[in-house]
């Protein structure tokens, strides 16, 4: 019901002090916002995060502690609740681990006498030699295999088959040619 004699409020309440429009930054960086005034005075509640249940884990303390039915699984799975760890840790205003380096670790210094002395070429040609060492240490006597073998045993040499199918031999012409059949011949090719 609107007030007597106003007419009804047709927008939404604001919300209390202790709302933060935007996104809020956990992490102070020393910017324009500090050097203001602090007007981020009011701290955002954190957002507590419910992790999943690590069923792998509880499944490996369940079995370390003896259980080997379902029912005991799951009574171990209610009261040891064992929950999967947050990767995000450096989310949101965390602070890194100690000792922990972010990006990859810079070489070591080379040292200038090495430089000077030609330290690395020598080292190199050592690496070389010792290579070169072990390749002609590693080149021996081949193994025996097919090849070899057959080198060393060559096949039997085949032998010549008089035997041969009928239908492949040769057929010689008979040795007197009657004398229609030469005619015959004598007038085709004439």
């Known amino acids: 019901q609107p007030e007597l004699g106003k007419p009804m ?3 939404y309440s604001l919300p209390g002090p202790d709302f933060t429009y935007g996104m809020y930054m956990h992490k102070r960086d020393g910017g324009v916002a500090e050097a ?18 690590d069923f792998v884990a509880m499944g490996r303390a ?16 209610k009261y040891m609740d064992i929950r999967c760890k947050d990767k995000g840790i450096l989310r949101y205003g965390g602070k890194a681990p100690p000792g922990m380096t972010f990006g990859r ?10 430089i000077m002395q030609h330290r690395y070429k020598e080292l190199w040609m050592e690496e070389q030699r010792a290579r070169t060492k072990v390749q ?21 040499a085949k032998e010549e088959s008089f035997w041969h199918l009928q239908r492949f031999e040769k057929v010689w012409a008979p040795p ?13 090719t004439s």
């Open 9 to 11: 409020r047709n927008c």
């Open 36 to 53: 203001i005034g602090h007007w981020d005075s009011v701290k955002a509640k954190p957002h507590k995060r419910v992790m999943p249940r």
């Open 62 to 77: 369940a079995v370390d502690e003896g259980c080997t039915t379902a029912r005991e699984f799951a009574l171990y799975y």
């Open 105 to 114: 670790p810079p070489r070591p210094s080379t040292p200038f006498f090495d």
């Open 136 to 156: 002609h240490m590693v080149k021996k006597k081949v193994g025996t295999n097919r090849t070899t073998f057959l080198r060393t045993h060559p096949l039997p």
């Open 176 to 188: 007197n040619p009657s004398p229609d059949q030469s005619q015959l011949f004598w007038a085709s």
